[in-house]
């Protein structure tokens, strides 16, 4: 298999959304500490990037989380590989994701969270494929909308490739001739 891929957003058009999202939060939680949970392993170079930018008493936490095999279309099962290393009670969460497609990921783990009580529970993503979506999710941050199409780079991947892209590309399959 060939895989073409052409830019979809460049480097600019990602700092700019992630300084838009950046402000948002800010004005949002003014001095209130947050707990930052970015979903691995898609959110790892969106959340480095947006924490940066946050005047916030801000702490971090992962959890690791995977709805696809090795394919380009989700499975539509979550597994949980791992777990927060902190409990969340009484806290202001905002998970961090790289990319919400049919929300069959976020609603697995927005149920998990919310049975331990957090003071609130937010989520900001850098993408949203809203085309695609099966399950309804309340996304309180949106940093780019997309169509349908299977992008890559930016921490996303194809087959575990092309995380370390720094621009989101499109990609399309061809069989080799
Ligand atoms: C991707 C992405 C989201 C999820 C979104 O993760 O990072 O977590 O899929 O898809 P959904 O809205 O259809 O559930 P993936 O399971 O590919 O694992 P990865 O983060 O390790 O790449």
Same mark, same amino acid.
């Given at each position: 298999?060939?895989?073409?891929?052409?830019?979809?957003? $460049?480097? #600019?058009?990602?700092?700019?959304?992630?300084?838009?999202?950046?402000? #948002?939060?800010?004005?949002?939680?003014?001095?209130?500490?947050?707990?930052?949970?970015?979903?691995?392993?898609?959110?790892?170079?969106?959340?480095?990037?947006?924490?940066?930018?946050?005047?916030?008493?801000?702490?971090?936490?992962?959890?690791?989380?995977?709805?696809?095999?090795?394919?380009?279309? $989700?499975?539509? #099962?979550?597994?949980?590989?791992?777990?927060? $290393?902190?409990?969340?009670?009484?806290?202001?969460?905002?998970?961090?994701?790289?990319?919400?497609?049919?929300?069959?990921?976020?609603?697995?783990?927005?149920?998990?969270?919310? #049975?331990?009580?957090?003071?609130?529970?937010?989520?900001?993503?850098?993408?949203?494929?809203?085309?695609?979506?099966?399950?309804?999710?309340?996304?309180?941050?949106?940093?780019?909308?997309?169509?349908?199409?299977?992008?890559?780079?930016?921490?996303?991947?194809?087959?575990?490739?092309?995380?370390?892209?720094?621009?989101?590309?499109?990609?399309?399959?061809?069989?080799?001739?």
């Amino acid at each position: 298999m060939n895989k073409n891929k052409t830019i979809l957003f $460049s480097r #600019q058009a990602i700092e700019g959304a992630v300084l838009r999202l950046a402000k #948002q939060i800010n004005a949002d939680y003014k001095a209130r500490p947050v707990v930052l949970v970015g979903i691995l392993k898609g959110s790892f170079v969106f959340l480095a990037d947006l924490i940066r930018k946050l005047d916030l008493d801000v702490t971090v936490d992962f959890a690791v989380l995977s709805s696809y095999g090795s394919a380009t279309t $989700s499975s539509g #099962q979550v597994k949980m590989i791992k777990d927060l $290393s902190a409990p969340i009670e009484g806290k202001d969460v905002l998970v961090v994701e790289d990319i919400v497609d049919t929300g069959i990921t976020l609603k697995y783990f927005m149920d998990v969270l919310r #049975q331990r009580r957090p003071a609130s529970l937010a989520i900001c993503t850098l993408i949203d494929k809203k085309a695609r979506r099966e399950v309804h999710i309340d996304v309180d941050y949106v940093g780019l909308e997309i169509e349908d199409g299977f992008i890559v780079g930016y921490g996303i991947d194809c087959n575990e490739e092309f995380r370390n892209l720094p621009e989101i590309w499109v990609i399309r399959e061809e069989a080799e001739k």
